[in-house]
């Protein structure tokens, strides 16, 4: 069974710039999340999504957002970037909404992204 | 976003020995939490969760322990071989089912 896929592996842009992330999750899971990880501020949640609707958002400013698709595949989005948005964005998934306890969020090995 | 700490606490093990890695969690009412462990250009990987009515758990190798009392967890990992270096973080899902990282503990299994 294939692990949570996130392309791309790595991403160079420029301050003010847009991107966007991708993450495929784990056959048959339907909840994903991202997170953010940097050496100063460890592990920061982001957002979870289920079912295509955002269940629920960590305190990141506006400019971050995310989407799921029909098939759960999600994207993220950072749009005017800024040099601290430096950082690993990692994916994960899981079989039912976060606080729906029936196993454990499994993650992807991330988009290491460097703003400019 | 939420802080989780600036530090990365080092623990040094000798190849063969038992390791604990120690872990005290914010939220009193935490139901849930998970042990994962990252190595180097790798996203986290699950090791061993544990639910809050349990206060011990065993998996291969690893054992979790749970004091509700302190909001302390611990992984112990038995006979730590050199594949066992890595950073190690618990998490915990707190009432508002967002999953709160740890700072991490890195793991260096001297041979």
Redesign the interface.
């Known amino acids: 069974k294939a692990g ?1 896929t ?1 392309t791309p592996r790595y991403l160079i842009k420029t301050r003010g710039q847009q991107v966007t992330l991708s993450c495929s999750p784990i056959s048959g899971h339907r909840s994903v ?1 991202w ?2 990880q940097t050496p ?6 982001l957002f ?1 999504y289920f079912s295509e609707t955002q ?2 958002k ?3 400013p506006g400019r971050f957002s995310g989407r799921q698709f029909s098939n759960s595949r999600s994207e993220m989005n950072v749009s005017t970037l800024e040099l601290g948005d430096s950082a690993l964005y ?1 994916c ?1 998934s899981s079989l039912a ?3 729906r ?1 029936v196993g ?7 988009t290491r992204l460097s703003i400019l | 976003g939420e802080s989780v700490g600036l530090h990365l606490p080092t623990l040094s093990v000798q190849e063969g020995d038992n390791s604990i890695i120690n872990c005290a969690y914010s939220n009193s009412a935490s139901d849930y939490f998970i042990w994962y462990k990252q190595e180097s250009g790798k996203g986290p990987q699950f090791i061993i969760d544990i639910r809050s009515n349990m206060d011990k758990r065993q998996g291969q190798r690893v054992t979790v322990l749970l004091n509700k009392t302190v909001k302390h967890l611990s992984l112990q990992i038995a006979a730590t071989q050199p594949g066992d270096s890595a950073v190690y973080f618990c998490a915990e899902m707190n009432p508002g089912n967002k999953l709160t990282f740890g700072g991490g503990t890195r793991v260096l299994v001297k041979p």
Do not use: M
């Open positions: 949570v996130q999340s997170y953010q100063g501020q460890g592990l920061q949640f979870e269940r629920n960590g305190n990141f990692l994960a909404p976060l606080g306890v454990p969020q499994h993650f992807g090995d991330g």
